[in-house]
């Protein structure tokens, strides 16, 4: 069927020019008498592929590579060997240090004699590096802005905090979360590079790591992108978190209230993937696609859904999908082919007031922290959003605002600032102290009725 849609996307361009070389090809084998051997080549490529994807993920989710967890060294020989991959598919470096996107991020280690107390614990600097490459856009009429397309590759090691197994020391290979997605990405690189002629918009790709431990390296990716890239020039970010096990061909798409347009772009793509998609959601979600979102850019996460293994130790390769895993792949490439195509933009569309938050408190600011932290490890609560008609926003606060204070309490940490929201009645009003570009500012924030 024909859509508006591929006519708008100059889509139908790269399908008849690709239906134009198969066909004669299919014709110079058939002249040799040979099409079935040229159906079997097909078919042999696409089992390469899939064969690929689950050496991949069988090679991340190694116990060679002690569950990637942070600070230890399967987590930086997985960066490495990302290192590598990207290399070899032919992306352009575009890290701080070649492909490498070394950052420090403050990290809470709880208290041994006080595992259960979040208060208890300290902050400590921990190192680890996002692997970043590029490809550009080889189409004569380039169009402005990027589009990212992103998978964590770090995950919980042998098992302590965030593991769903209390007690339980052991590898959790996270084969599901993220070596499915972390695979993923390497296939669409694969593809985009062989298809960069298609392409409007360049296209970067961003393993990030310490996921697990709060989106610590998308946020420092999106507070100071490499290369020389600004947030706001990102048109849209694709996320692959666990997408290693369709199951009957369905497919969650999350994000896809991001962007008003989400849906009739996505819509018929899914459906000649023959995936069943739903799609909906707004753009905060438990993985890195909240840090995009949070600053204001369009966005999707591809899930093929919780299992029982969900962050246990028993999340192992043999029970990923590989060939679904391709699949989903080969969808989130054609996305990325049509919103890099795309000459109009995007209409972000805000979040709604997340419920959990209405439920905790009387009161909200309107803001999204970021778990990261200031960079240089000063205390305070950073701000990687704010929405404009919220409390915050109109009262001045900018993403990137540190808050130090509100009223008479000093804000330290997260917690510093959940107590102080937690006494807050509605309709009150509050000095809120920040510090923006080293300097203190003071703004009145009025609480809504
Ligand atoms: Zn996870």
Redesign the pocket.
Same mark, same amino acid.
């Given at each position: 069927m024909r859509t508006r849609f591929q006519e708008s996307f100059g889509m139908d361009h790269r399908r008849e020019a690709a239906g134009r070389l198969a066909s004669s090809v299919v014709a110079l084998l058939a002249l040799a008498g040979a099409t079935e051997a040229f159906a079997q080549a097909s078919t042999g490529a696409l089992s390469s592929t899939v064969q690929q994807y689950q050496a991949d993920v069988a090679w991340l989710a190694d116990d060679a590579r002690e569950g990637r967890g942070m600070q230890s060294e399967g987590l930086v020989e997985s960066g490495e060997w990302l290192i590598d991959q990207f290399r070899a598919i032919g992306l352009e470096p575009a890290g701080e240090d070649g492909y490498r996107d070394p950052f420090v991020a403050q990290v809470m280690f709880p208290d041994p004699d006080q595992p259960d107390n979040p208060h208890a614990g300290e902050r400590r600097p921990v190192e680890a590096f996002n692997v970043v490459g590029r490809i550009e856009a080889g189409a004569k009429q380039r169009l402005e802005g990027v589009i990212v397309v992103g998978a964590h590759y770090d $995950?919980?090691g042998m098992g302590g905090e965030?593991s769903l197994e209390a007690g339980v020391v052991a590898i959790h290979n996270?084969a599901d979360?993220?070596a499915s997605g972390t695979a993923a990405l390497l296939t669409v690189a694969r593809d985009l590079v062989s298809r960069s002629d298609e392409l409007r918009r360049d296209v970067w790709f961003v393993a990030f790591s310490l /996921? /697990?431990k709060g989106l610590l390296g998308s946020s420092t990716f999106v507070r100071e992108p490499t290369g020389g890239l600004e947030v706001e020039e990102v048109y849209a970010m694709l996320n692959m978190?666990?997408v290693g096990r369709l199951t009957d061909d369905k497919l969650q798409v999350l994000g896809g209230g991001s962007a008003e347009e989400w849906d009739d772009i996505v819509a018929p793509l899914c459906e000649e993937a023959r995936l069943e998609c739903k799609i909906g959601g707004d753009g905060f979600g438990s993985s890195d696609q909240s840090s995009f979102f949070a600053a204001g850019v369009p966005v999707l996460h591809f899930f093929t859904g919780t299992h029982s293994e969900? $962050?246990k130790s028993s999340d192992d390769a043999d029970l990923i999908n590989a060939e679904g895993g391709v699949r989903v792949a080969t969808l989130v490439s054609d996305v990325a082919v049509a919103t890099a195509n795309r000459a109009e933009p995007l209409t972000y569309v805000e979040a709604k007031e997340r419920q959990s938050q209405r439920m905790a408190f009387k009161v909200t600011l309107g803001i999204v922290p970021d778990y990261a932290g200031p960079s240089d490890g000063s205390p305070g609560l950073l701000l990687s959003g704010v929405r404009p008609e919220g409390p915050g926003g109109q009262a001045g606060l900018e993403r990137g605002d540190i808050i130090v204070g509100m009223g008479d309490a000093e804000i330290a940490t997260i917690e510093d600032y959940m107590k102080v929201l937690s006494t807050t009645e509605p309709g009150s009003t509050m000095p809120v102290t920040v510090v923006r570009n080293g300097e203190r500012v003071v703004l009145e924030v009025s609480f809504e009725e």
């Open positions: $995950h919980l965030g996270g979360d993220n /996921e /697990e978190d666990m969900y $962050h």
